[in-house]
C-alpha cells in the first residue's frame, strides 16, 4: 500500500502532531522528551515484553480500571527490546493513533505497531505523526539548514541531525525526505 498522503491529509497529521505537542504542553526543548509528553496527556508509559515483530501498543478506555494491572486508562507499553531511539518513535507513533482516531468521541481504543514494512494507511499515518512530534518541522528544517555551509556530504548531515534529536539515522533520512530538504540545493 502506498505511504504516501495527499497534501491535505499531510496538512491534517501535521495539524494533529501540533495539537498534541500543544496539549502535551511541550516546551520547544529538543531533543523531544516524549514521556514527559505523554506523561502530561495522561497516559501512563512502560516497557513490556514483546513478541518480536510488535513494537509496542496504545489501550485507551472511557472509564479509569486497571489495565494490565496497573491503575490508569490510558497506557502505552514498548517493546522493552528495542533501542532507546525507537521507543521514542513508537511512544509518538502510539499517540498520533490516540489523536488521529475517534477515541476523543468516548469510544474505546487499542491499537499496536508491528516493526515491518508495507502498513497500511493509518500505521503510515501514526508514523507520520510520530516524525513530526520527535522532529519538529520547523526545528528539523532549520537544524538542516544550519548544516548548510559546512562542506557536509549528506551521510554526514543525517548522521548530525540523527544525533541532534536523538532518532536513528533511517529516522533522520526519512524525515529529510518527508520535508523534500534533499533537492533544495542542500
Known sequence: MSTQFDEKEKKYIEEKAQ???KDSKYSGEEPVNIIKLAQNIGFTVGNAALISDSDGFIVVKDNYTPLYGV???KLIGVNSQRTIEWKKFIIAHEIG?????????GNALFAHREHRKGKDKAENAADYFASNVIMPKETFEKEFESLK???LDMADKVAILASRFKVT?????RRIEELELWNNGN
Open 19 to 21: 495539537c498534541f505537542l
Open 71 to 73: 491503575p490508569t486508562n
Open 97 to 105: 493513533h490516540y489523536y488521529l482516531s475517534d477515541v476523543n468521541k
Open 149 to 151: 555551509d559546512n562542506n
Open 169 to 173: 539515522e533511517e529516522m533522520a533520512k
